[in-house]
């Protein structure tokens, strides 16, 4: 009984050390938080949209559960299946005696009797293997709750058409959102006077940060004289924000309170309607191309 706690303990550290192990790895390379629901509600959304997800992202989550479940099947069957065959030959080797009153004469048919009837007791070993298989299958069912629990659905659900309407009716001009390095925009707008905002739901600061670093180097890179002026915002953010360009929310509708107070005011005149289509065709350009590399 001891040895089968220890071995559910066992089994029970290494889906826990494994679980935290897969999400550092996809944490610190893809920005994502297995035990964040809005991260999944994000991901479940790119799949509805068909929006290209990098395939390194599914063949990491992929190899973790097979390198997960492999090592979990290594530390269950092969003792199982090592103390069955010890078992049966046991049970072999003390059935062997019984074999051998074939060939006694009949007076020594009461010692082989009594032989047969001390080796009787041991036939119970060919069974006790197949009773350790159930009582390992309760804990394996068991250990599936610290992966769950975590992931549960909150009670508000954020919907991103009507983030993006945020912006809409704040009269700036949503784009589709570009793959900036490991971080993919919730919302990616522009405005007049090279004004653009770009933000993201249940993450930390730094993966929006360093798509703003790579955004400002592109803009740097390919404009002379033009400076595009960039704001970022997180709803409900996974920690501080000290990021100036930053900004947080606790909610959608704190967001929409504050573009409401900060509409896009329209082209003054017709160079500036012409200055903002210029604007706007550069921005697909620099989406386009972010998208390929």
């Given at each position: 009984?001891?040895k089968?706690?220890e071995r559910?303990?066992?089994?029970v550290?290494?889906l826990?050390a494994?679980?935290?192990?897969?999400n550092f790895?996809?944490?610190t390379?893809?920005?994502?938080?297995?035990?964040?629901?809005?991260?999944?509600?994000?991901?479940?959304?790119?799949?509805a949209?068909?929006?290209?997800?990098?395939?390194?992202?599914?063949?990491?989550?992929?190899?973790?559960?097979?390198?997960?479940?492999?090592?979990?099947?290594?530390l269950i069957?092969?003792k199982?299946v090592?103390?069955?065959r010890i078992g049966?030959?046991r049970?072999?080797?003390?059935?062997?005696?019984?074999?051998?009153?074939?060939?006694?004469?009949?007076?020594?048919?009461?010692?082989?009797a009594?032989?047969?009837?001390?080796?009787?007791p041991t036939a119970?070993?060919?069974q006790?293997p197949?009773?350790?298989?159930?009582?390992l299958?309760?804990?394996m069912q068991?250990?599936?709750?610290p992966?769950?629990?975590?992931v549960?659905?909150p009670?508000?659900?954020?919907?991103?058409?009507?983030?993006?309407?945020?912006f809409?009716?704040?009269d700036?001009s949503?784009?589709?959102s570009p793959q900036i390095?490991?971080?993919?925009?919730a919302?990616?707008?522009i405005?007049?006077?090279e004004v653009?905002w770009l933000?993201?739901?249940?993450?930390?600061?730094?993966?929006l940060?360093?798509?703003?670093?790579?955004?400002?180097?592109?803009f740097?890179?390919?404009?002379?004289?033009i400076?595009?002026?960039?704001?970022?915002?997180?709803?409900a953010p996974?920690g501080d924000?000290s990021?100036?360009?930053i900004?947080?929310?606790?909610?959608?509708d704190?967001?929409?309170e504050?573009m409401?107070?900060?509409?896009?005011?329209?082209p003054?005149?017709?160079?500036g309607?012409?200055?903002?289509n210029?604007y706007?065709e550069?921005?697909?350009?620099v989406?386009?191309y972010?998208d390929k590399?």
């Amino acid at each position: 009984m001891n040895k089968q706690i220890e071995r559910i303990l066992i089994c029970v550290l290494w889906l826990l050390a494994a679980t935290l192990g897969t999400n550092f790895w996809l944490n610190t390379s893809y920005g994502f938080n297995i035990f964040s629901a809005q991260h999944w509600q994000y991901l479940a959304y790119l799949q509805a949209a068909q929006t290209p997800v990098r395939p390194a992202f599914y063949i990491s989550l992929t190899f973790a559960i097979l390198l997960s479940l492999g090592v979990l099947y290594v530390l269950i069957r092969p003792k199982g299946v090592l103390r069955r065959r010890i078992g049966i030959g046991r049970a072999r080797r003390t059935n062997m005696p019984a074999t051998d009153t074939t060939y006694a004469p009949a007076a020594a048919m009461p010692q082989a009797a009594a032989n047969t009837a001390a080796v009787r007791p041991t036939a119970p070993q060919m069974q006790r293997p197949p009773r350790i298989t159930p009582s390992l299958a309760k804990p394996m069912q068991n250990q599936t709750a610290p992966q769950s629990t975590p992931v549960q659905a909150p009670a508000a659900v954020i919907n991103f058409d009507a983030l993006r309407n945020i912006f809409e009716e704040a009269d700036y001009s949503v784009k589709r959102s570009p793959q900036i390095g490991n971080f993919k925009p919730a919302v990616f707008a522009i405005g007049t006077s090279e004004v653009l905002w770009l933000g993201g739901i249940g993450i930390s600061q730094a993966p929006l940060s360093e798509a703003i670093d790579r955004l400002k180097t592109i803009f740097s890179d390919t404009l002379d004289d033009i400076e595009i002026n960039i704001s970022g915002f997180i709803i409900a953010p996974t920690g501080d924000v000290s990021d100036p360009s930053i900004l947080s929310f606790p909610d959608p509708d704190a967001l929409r309170e504050y573009m409401q107070s900060h509409k896009n005011p329209p082209p003054e005149d017709a160079d500036g309607r012409e200055n903002f289509n210029a604007y706007s065709e550069y921005i697909d350009t620099v989406i386009n191309y972010m998208d390929k590399t």
